[in-house]
């Protein structure tokens, strides 16, 4: 048995921030499927055994149950030693983009293409007003890695684990990414990495389970 | 002049969730007004000054300059000593409903709020989207709260301070509040702490600066 446990599929941005944080940190993992496309995650059950929030990624570690993606990055970045904070400044700086990940770069972009991309809605008010609040967000994000090779600087830590969630996620959402020229040399940077591999490699996804 | 500064205005919940821990917390204080609705948050050179990242609130605070809610919460917590956690478990669970907070509770339903409440765009197939989103967020929130007083237990945390920073914003959603009765409860439970003011008590508004 593995040591760590990740609940999860391919298709969660969220999921694979931690996947790729296990993987990319050579720790022993393992996936545990869920079937979100079925509706696990609604399930009473599920939400009174596995998550009360109703989401994954969830964490299995050592007897303890971890839930939210940042806070297993903090977690996980405390076990390894790897890819976290070299000083409380810099612990929170890592958060701060934690946060403004969760609550607009992640936030919007994912469910833009969870609607436009996965679901293939076609275009509506609702993906015409999350494109609009995802260019904002990828505008600060891309200004910011003008200066930058990675969010802290010249060093991966969690904080560029948490906002790439989502940005190798191969799904059309209407948004022409090219535009946002530092975010995509980021992303050379990061798929570069020793170990790197894709969400549909590290987990497992609809199709698999079909 | 204050030891602590705070950049922040009436009607944004995320400056609440900062100015009611200052309060509560008996520290010296004061707000430094943002005219979020001429556009300042929107002007570079605000951004390159103030916050990069767009957003109140902003703490300055000997010498260093903090922003994001949650974090601003931890480090006042750390500060003060009061309202943080009291061991890693109880930290760990204020980070998870903070971020829970940050990508979902605050998120739709202040979106909609927004929107809604304060820009009057009556029913469009956006607020119709937010207010699905924002239901499902309480109800978690609200199954959460009908087991204990606060969000950890029986004593309030930054957690409970995180949550509440738009529940006391007093437009009108287009949502029935009532049938969240734990939330409510949990919400007179706050109201009732000593020190407790109103956004618009604590914070110049946009009536103020009219």
Known sequence: MSEFKLHCFAESGNAYKAALMLELSGLDWEPVFVDFFHGQTRQAGWRDEVNEQGEVPVLEHAGQTLTQSALILDYLAGYSGRFGPQSEEERREIWRWMLFDNHKFTSYYATLRFIYGLKHS???????????RAKAAYEIVDAHLAKRSFMLGER????DLSLAGYVFMPEDTGMDLAVYRHIEAWKDRIRDLPGWKSPYELMPGRSAQA
């Open 156 to 159: 991966l830590t969690i904080a």
């Open 122 to 132: 076609g275009e509506t008010p609702v993906t015409t007003f999350l494109r609009e």
